[in-house]
């Protein structure tokens, strides 16, 4: 069981450059989110999506975009790097009413 | 809206010692509620959930949390903290925006320190 599995794990960025981070899972869930993490800002999320095709900001999403054409991924683009993307970020799923499982995250770097 | 505040940032305990982390939520109707523990370098693990029912509710590595509605906590306690349990440990709500989509919301975390 694979449950939410994220790539890359590390990756660092030039300023203005673009790039998509990777999100699959298997579990079937209904509910996907990115959140990104900042030391001392716990998780904000930045989008999620109830089902394929249907997706929503979050309280984040500025400097983002997402898409979600099936129900196992839910791939986030960054257009325009700039430094305050300079974060980790996390993908996780869900069933409705239930607990999130989370990805190992992805640690970007924007240079 | 809702939100989660863990008041603590930081918290050093001794080993062996007692532990209790914080967590009030804000949220109109009953909440869906869990702790998660992060590892450095680490995803989130879930400890524990309370959905309903019992309001002492038991979890992983020796975990409990207590719901308390009339306070609006679920603060997570351990009776004896093993050198393995420092991480951050995240409370969230599980709860309905305004659009009617269900949303999990983190509060800030708290950092445990666990002197040998």
């Known amino acids: 069981n694979a449950g939410v599995t994220q790539t890359p794990k590390f990756r660092i960025l030039k300023i203005g450059q673009s790039m998509t981070l990777q999100c699959t899972q298997d579990?079937?869930?209904?509910?996907m989110y990115w959140y990104r993490q900042d030391p001392g800002m716990g998780l904000k999320l930045i989008y999620y999506?109830?089902?394929?095709?249907?997706?929503d900001k979050g309280e984040v999403p500025n400097g983002y975009n997402v898409s979600r054409s099936t129900t196992e991924d839910f791939p986030l683009r960054l257009e325009l790097a700039a430094p305050s993307q300079t974060s980790v970020y996390f993908c996780a799923s869900s069933w409705i009413n239930t607990e999130a499982f989370f990805g190992q995250g992805t640690r970007l770097t924007v240079v | 809206a809702q939100s989660v505040t863990q008041p603590d940032i930081h918290i050093t305990v001794s080993e062996g010692a007692s532990l209790e982390l914080r967590c009030n939520y804000s949220?109109?109707?009953?909440?869906?509620l869990f702790w998660y523990v992060q590892s450095p370098g680490q995803g989130l693990q879930l400890l524990l959930k309370?959905?309903?029912?019992?309001?002492l509710v038991q979890g992983i590595k020796g975990f409990e949390a207590e719901f308390k509605r009339s306070q609006s906590s679920f603060n997570l306690r351990k009776p004896s903290v093993h050198w393995s349990d420092a991480a951050e440990y995240f409370c969230?709500?599980?709860?309905?925006?305004?659009?009617?989509?269900?949303?999990?919301?983190f509060g800030k975390g708290t950092k445990l320190s666990v002197i040998p």
């Open positions: 309370y959905f309903s029912g019992d309001t």
């Open positions: 949220y109109g109707a009953t909440p869906y």
């Open positions: 999506s109830v089902g394929a095709g249907i997706t």
């Open positions: 579990m079937n869930h209904n509910y």
């Open positions: 969230a709500v599980g709860s309905y925006s305004g659009a009617g989509s269900y949303q999990l919301t």
